[in-house]
């Protein structure tokens, strides 16, 4: 295949998606609205009531985090495991089209609700709120926040790839809310006991973050290579669990073909 | 095939619109206006901060709450039982620490504004014109609304004739030996300086030959002035002399040295002897050190006054000389010896600037090895302590609520000290903005006598009414030198222009003023007139309307040819605005680089 034709693959196939998530309000409006929801509410209404901004501040990294992970997550593994029970994945799979397409489409398609999410909460932030960051924080934070996508869609694509059908919803929305606010995303981290802030420390979303909330100088001070480290680490390893998933699915429909 | 194609087109089409989008969002998102002032609502006078990180000079506290009443701190604690009806700032996200206090500083202008406005609410000034340091003296014991620093100041300093300290053309009484010491020092008790500062330099440090007091006469001084009931701090720039000035029982010294590393045994000694030492690192690593030169970039351009930028963009004749890293060794080795360290920029020297330097030298000290909580210490209680200031330093009862309140927690990282959400003096909220503290509104200013002749230099360096005096780029860290002399009824101006400024200047300057600086108006008159002969180069007339221009003052230039010749240039000829608004008049030599020479006389303004 000429990398011409292979650009143009990858390309199609993540338009397709994205199209496709686009015309699914059941999981477009949630992903969209809620980090735009929660943040009026935690950002805008009650985090100025002060003076102070601070609270709207602090809330936008957070909320930022929050908005890139429901994406990647329902993306891949509620959509995944969707796919995959509907035989849709099965039919794409008979195509010449390669793998990488699919993993890239989804990851795209991730990522452009992310952008629009951040790009979104950002507007609310600046214009609602007050919220006035310096230009390179501005982009450092859009960037950091989109750069959460890899990891988060690593843990799709391992719940996707063991979750069957429709108990992958079920699934991710008890990894999605618990992580989220156990990782400080709705309320800052420093309001809970020791023991869940402990519990943080094991979260990606904690340690991603944990980096964004560094751009604002708002982080729990802990090093950079610490957070990049646990991320790398646990992408790895959900990949890994994806894999594993994978070859099982395999083994299963082959023996259930016989 | 074809409507595949057609796809791919639009996609990528649409994918370059949303990329385009998405960074134009990011780039017109509102970043920190720094003329806004202080953020709406912050209270003042009496009030609370609470739930804040606190920083009370010696060591962080968390979840404290403030209380401020009447420009003093009642209560400073945790879980204050406030009253209901207090106003209140939520300090959460925030670290709140004492005003700060730059150790050593030298005043003028508009130093002590801008040392306000970026949180440095004390300055302990190592020299300055005495007359001016009488002149703020009695601001720093109001409890009031102000716009300036807090001064506390040696005065003028101890020197030798033409020694370190008397190149800035403020007056200096030199010393010539130790029997003059004690009438010396009454005379600085006179004019009401709060310690004793003593140059102790031969120059040699910096390849230079100075003139210096010898060791005895330091010593005298030392001893006068602790008879006097002052304590005395030395300018030193070697181990050699730093030692000796320990030895003659000085309590400070204003520098570190670079030309040699301390020894563990001598830097216990230093602590020994009780000494502190103001580092000075801002003045010691190059200012285009990485510390240095990202506070200049994370600054908004817009909250520096036209002296901070000209000081913040100079640079040393010559650049620094290597040592930079001897400096940084010596504050290790005397910070482990235990030595007491006093946070100080010496700005606004080149590459400094008034305030803003603070914030680069408490970067300096961390990179030095202090810790957060120790360099901060620094820059307030230790400072205090050091310098014998009472009241100031430290969020505790009673104390002046000079307070600066900084984005995110300074106990993790002292480098954010420059990112602050608010600064109180006095309990007062400190308006960020430049110029906007006090500029000087034209009614203020004088109107000028009917004479219309300013000086025929008949009678000498006198001026019919206010003042001649020398200006060069000194000011602004270049080199150029002007004397100025009465000879034959005329005033001869000669000097160098010496190369590493961008405008360099050296001449003399008639201020009309009663004050320096201060402006007179001359609305009616027409043009300044004078005599010249000279050299046959251009020379320029600059027309100073306020003490702080901003930019390079409008200018007309002219020619002092070899025979006398009147000149006449009429004030509209200046590009400004208000040239009937005259703070100073400066007859000065610009490029090119060398020698000059030039006379003026019968100076008219008509």
Redesign the interface.
């Known amino acids: 295949m000429t990398p011409g034709r292979r650009f143009r693959i990858y390309l199609l196939e993540a338009r397709f998606q994205f199209v496709e998530v686009l015309r699914e309000p059941m999981f477009a409006i949630p992903t969209l609205a809620f980090p735009l929801i929660f943040y009026l509410f935690f950002g805008v209404i009650m985090g100025t009531r002060g003076v102070s901004l601070a609270v709207p501040t602090y809330v936008l990294a957070t909320y930022g985090v929050f908005g890139v992970l429901g994406p990647a997550l329902f993306g891949f593994g509620a959509g995944l495991a969707n796919e995959r029970d509907t035989g849709v994945l099965l039919l794409k799979q008979t195509t010449p089209m390669p793998a990488g397409a699919y993993l890239f489409a989804k990851v795209m398609a991730a990522l452009i609700f992310g952008a629009v999410v951040v790009a979104a909460l950002f507007l609310m932030a600046a214009h609602a709120a007050g919220v006035a960051l310096y230009r390179w924080q501005w982009f450092a934070l859009a960037g950091v926040l989109l750069a959460g996508v890899i990891p988060f869609c690593a843990l799709g694509l391992a719940i996707g790839a063991w979750a069957r059908g429709r108990s992958a919803v079920a699934v991710v929305n008890l990894v999605f809310l618990p992580m989220a606010m156990l990782s400080g995303l709705w309320l800052p981290i420093y309001m809970f006991p020791d023991v869940m802030q402990d519990i943080a420390l094991a979260l990606p979303a904690y340690h991603h973050a944990q980096l964004a909330l560094k751009v604002i100088a708002m982080d729990a001070g802990q090093p950079v290579p610490t957070h990049l480290a646990v991320l790398v680490a646990e992408t790895l390893a959900f990949l890994a669990v994806a894999a594993l998933g994978f070859r099982r699915a395999d083994s299963f429909s082959m023996r259930r073909s016989r | 095939m074809k409507s ?2 057609h ?2 087109g639009r ?2 089409t649409w994918l370059a619109i ?1 990329v385009v ?2 960074t134009g ?3 017109t ?5 720094a003329a806004d002032g202080p ?4 209270p003042e006078e009496t009030f609370a901060i609470v739930d804040v990180t606190a920083f009370d000079g010696e060591a962080f506290r968390q979840g404290w709450d403030v209380w401020v009443e009447d420009g003093r701190i009642r209560h400073a604690g945790q879980k204050l039982d406030l009253p209901e009806d207090l106003p209140r ?6 670290t709140l620490i004492p005003g700060l206090i730059d150790g050593h500083v030298h005043s003028f202008l508009s130093t002590l504004r801008d040392a306000l406005r970026f949180g440095v609410t004390t300055v302990l000034d190592q020299s300055t014109d005495p007359a001016f340091a009488a002149a703020q003296r009695p601001a720093r014991e109001e409890v009031a609304r102000g716009t300036e620093a807090d001064l506390f100041s040696a005065g003028m300093t101890a020197t030798a004739p033409e020694g370190h300290g008397t190149q800035y053309g403020i007056p200096v009484e030199t010393l010539t030996g130790p029997d003059e010491a004690t009438e010396w020092v009454r005379a600085r008790k006179t004019e009401g300086s709060d310690w004793i500062k003593i140059i102790y330099e031969d120059g040699s440090a910096f390849d230079m030959e100075i003139p210096s007091l010898d060791g005895e006469t330091v010593a005298a001084v030392i001893a006068a002035a602790h008879a006097e009931g002052l304590a005395a701090v030395v300018h030193v720039s070697t181990l050699e002399t730093a030692l000796e000035a320990m030895a003659f029982g000085a309590d400070g010294l204003v520098h570190v040295w670079r030309d040699e590393v301390v020894s563990e045994a001598d830097a216990r000694r230093f602590r020994e002897a009780g000494i502190f030492v103001v580092p000075t690192l801002s003045v010691m690593v190059s200012a285009d050190d990485s510390a240095l030169a990202a506070l200049v970039r ?1 600054t908004d351009e817009t909250m520096l006054s036209p002296i901070q930028r000209q000081t913040l963009d100079g640079r040393f004749p010559g650049g620094l000389a290597e040592g930079g890293d001897v400096a940084m060794e010596n504050v290790r080795r005397l910070r482990a010896a235990g030595v007491r360290l006093v946070a100080g920029t010496d700005s606004p020297n080149p590459g400094t600037g008034a305030g803003i330097s603070m914030h680069g030298e408490l970067r300096l000290l961390a990179r030095a090895g202090m810790g957060n909580a120790e360099a901060l210490a620094a820059a307030t209680s230790v400072a205090a302590d050091a310098f014998g200031i009472a009241g100031r330093g430290r969020i505790a009862e009673g104390r002046l609520a000079d307070l600066v309140l900084v ?3 300074l106990e ?2 002292v480098s ?1 000290s420059h ?1 602050i ?1 608010a600064i109180w003096k006095d309990g007062y909220l400190v308006d960020r903005a430049v110029g906007s503290a006090g500029a000087g509104p034209l009614a203020e200013i004088a109107p000028a006598p009917a004479e219309t002749l300013v000086a025929d230099f008949e009678d000498g360096f006198e001026a019919r009414f206010g003042a001649w005096d020398v200006t060069t780029d000194q000011l602004t860290g270049g080199a150029s030198s002007a004397n100025a002399a009465v000879r034959d009824g005329a005033l001869v101006v000669t000097g160098e222009i010496a190369p590493g400024l961008a405008f360099p200047w050296a001449g003399v300057i008639w201020m009309p003023g009663a004050q320096p600086m201060q402006p007179v108006d001359f609305s009616g008159r027409e043009a300044i007139r004078f005599r010249t002969r000279g050299d046959g180069r251009q020379y320029s007339v600059m027309l100073i309307s306020t003490a702080e221009p901003a930019g390079p003052p409008p200018a007309v230039t002219f020619i002092a040819p070899e025979e006398w010749t009147w000149l006449e240039i009429r004030l509209e000829d200046f590009p400004t605005a208000t040239p009937e608004i005259i703070a100073g008049l400066a007859f000065v030599a610009e490029e090119p680089v060398g020698a000059y020479t030039f006379e003026v006389d019968e100076v008219e303004v008509r």
């Open positions: 595949a194609r796809l791919v996609s990528l949303g989008v998405f969002v990011l780039a998102l509102p970043v920190p206006q953020a709406r609502g912050v700032l939520d300090g959460r996200g925030h994370e984005r995110g927690d993790r990282d954010r990112d959400v």
